[in-house]
T-cell receptor, first 112, second 112 residues
C-alpha cells in the first residue's frame, strides 16, 4: 500500500520563501510528482523527481531523498498567484492501479 | 491543441439516474485515467486505460464503468447514481505509464 503525508495548510508572505514537505511510505517507488491546483481548476504539473537531489525550475525547486521517503517543494519570491493547493504524488513500479497515489494536498495561502 | 477536455462541466442528478462523462484528448496519449476528488480525500483513481479497447480498475471502481472505444476518448458511466458519488471528476492522460499526467478541467457532479 501507499501512504503520503503533507501538511493540510500553510501561510506565507508575498515575496518570501516557503517549503512544503511530503513524506511517503510506499511498497515501491518510481518517481515523485508535484502538481499545483488553483481552486476550481485542474491540477497542473510542476515537477518530477526520480533520483535523489534538487531539481530547479525558475522560482520552484523540488528535492527528493529516497532513503528518507521525503520530498519538499520550495517556492521562492512568492506571488499572490501562488495561492493554491500543492499536491504530492508518488508512482509505484508497474504503474496501473498503484501507479500514481496522491497526497491530500497542501493549501497554501499567500498574504500581502 | 486543446489538450484534455471534459464534458459536461456541471451536472445535477437524482438518485438512481444514469449519466456518462466524456473525456477527450488530442495529444495521442496511450494512457487515460479517471479520478474523483473529494474534500479532505485527495485525488483517487477510479479506472484507467492503457490503450484503445482496454480498461482496468483503480482504487475506487465500484459504481462506475468505463469504455475506451477510440484512443482519444475515455468515457465514465454511472449506471445508478448515489449521493456518495457527488464529487469533482477529473480525467487525465499520459504518453506512458511513467510520464506526466495532464488533467482536464473537471466535471462537478451533484447527486441529490
Amino acid at each position: 500500500g501507499q501512504n503520503i503525508d503533507q501538511p493540510t495548510e500553510m501561510t506565507a508572505t508575498e515575496g518570501a520563501i516557503v517549503q512544503i514537505n511530503c513524506t511517503y511510505q510506499t511498497s515501491g517507488f518510481n518517481g515523485l510528482f508535484w502538481y499545483q491546483q488553483h481552486a476550481g481548476e485542474a491540477p497542473t504539473f510542476l515537477s518530477y523527481n526520480v533520483l535523489d537531489g534538487l531539481e530547479e525550475k525558475g522560482r520552484f525547486s523540488s528535492f527528493l531523498s529516497r532513503s528518507k521517503g521525503y520530498s519538499y517543494l520550495l517556492l521562492k519570491e512568492l506571488q499572490m498567484k501562488d495561492s493554491a493547493s500543492y499536491l504530492c504524488a508518488v508512482r509505484a513500479p508497474g504503474g496501473g492501479a498503484d501507479g500514481l497515489t496522491f497526497g491530500k494536498g497542501t493549501h497554501l495561502i499567500i498574504q500581502p | 491543441n486543446a489538450g484534455v477536455t471534459q464534458t459536461p462541466k456541471f451536472r445535477v442528478l437524482k438518485t438512481g439516474q444514469s449519466m456518462t462523462l466524456l473525456c477527450a484528448q488530442d495529444m495521442n496519449h496511450e494512457y487515460m485515467y479517471w479520478y474523483r476528488q473529494d474534500p479532505g480525500m485527495g485525488l483517487r483513481l477510479i479506472h484507467y486505460s492503457v490503450g484503445e479497447g482496454t480498461t482496468a480498475k483503480g482504487e475506487v471502481p465500484d459504481g462506475y464503468n468505463v469504455s475506451r472505444l477510440k484512443k482519444q476518448n475515455f468515457l465514465l458511466g454511472l449506471e445508478s447514481a448515489a449521493p456518495s458519488q457527488t464529487s469533482v471528476y477529473f480525467c487525465a492522460s499520459s504518453y506512458s505509464l511513467e510520464g506526466t499526467q495532464y488533467f482536464g478541467p473537471g466535471t462537478r457532479l451533484t447527486v441529490l
